[in-house]
């Protein structure tokens, strides 16, 4: 079935520490792979993403890993403040019939403190 | 560049209205998806259209609900006789073929 496992579901770290959190999905088929920063009372932002032909991608304090043969990918978040805090969301893309749908983990409550 | 606009933002029904939720995607977007997010939950898919079309309506619980996306104007995503359990955020993406999905900010509904 479809189905994106996402761990862990609350995160605490002190500013300045690094964050990270981890994704598995069902479908080998999948090939992409977006990550979204939610803040209370607003949608989702895409705040990175990679297509399964990289293994990594980068974007200052924010990276992105995946490991197609293992089915995971992870967010690495460094030198975390305050303004960080949020709820993480991952997702992959499950693309049969034509369908770009994407199906989300269940979020991460990250909470930085200062 | 204006992003995806939903409105109305909040939305209270009684039980036994209807609802109706618009969503007009980002200029040049032709692909629109709709997601719902129980409170302390992770966005379900529920159908992907793109003009006057219904590609992927996998999510969409079979009875009381429907989505359209015409040639001109906004997306729109109906719900019938609304029950308590329909009470969710509603969030609506936009993309090109095959891109990234950016999402609006949502309708909040509430059923009393």
């Known amino acids: 079935g479809e189905n994106v496992e996402q761990h862990p579901s609350t995160l605490s770290v002190q500013e300045g520490d690094s964050a990270v959190i981890k994704c598995t999905y069902s479908?080998?088929?999948?090939?992409?792979f977006p990550w979204y920063k939610q803040e209370l009372g607003k949608g989702p932002q895409l705040i990175i993403d990679?297509?399964?032909?990289?293994g990594e991608k980068k974007d200052q304090r924010i990276a992105v890993t995946l490991n197609k043969t293992a089915k995971h990918f992870s967010l690495h978040i460094t030198e975390t403040q305050p303004e960080d805090s949020a709820v993480y969301f991952c997702a992959a893309s499950f693309g049969q019939g034509g369908s770009e749908k994407l199906v989300f983990g269940k979020g991460t409550k990250l909470t930085v403190n200062p | 560049n204006a992003g995806v606009m939903q409105n109305p933002r909040h939305l209270v029904r009684r039980r036994g209205q209807e609802a109706r939720l618009r969503c007009s995607p980002m200029k040049g977007h032709s692909h629109v998806y709709w997601y719902r997010q129980l409170p302390e939950e992770g966005l379900k898919f529920m159908v992907y259209l793109q003009k006057e079309n219904i590609i992927d309506e996998s999510g969409m619980p079979k009875e009381r609900f429907s989505a359209e996306f015409p040639k001109e104007g906004p997306s729109i995503l109906r719900i019938q006789q609304v029950v308590r359990g329909d009470s969710a955020a509603y969030f609506c993406?936009?993309?090109?073929?095959?891109?990234?999905?950016?999402f609006g900010p949502g309708t909040r509904l509430l059923v009393l």
């Open positions: 993406a936009s993309s090109v073929a095959g891109e990234t999905q950016y």
């Open positions: 479908d080998s088929a999948s090939n992409y």
């Open positions: 990679i297509r399964s032909n990289v």
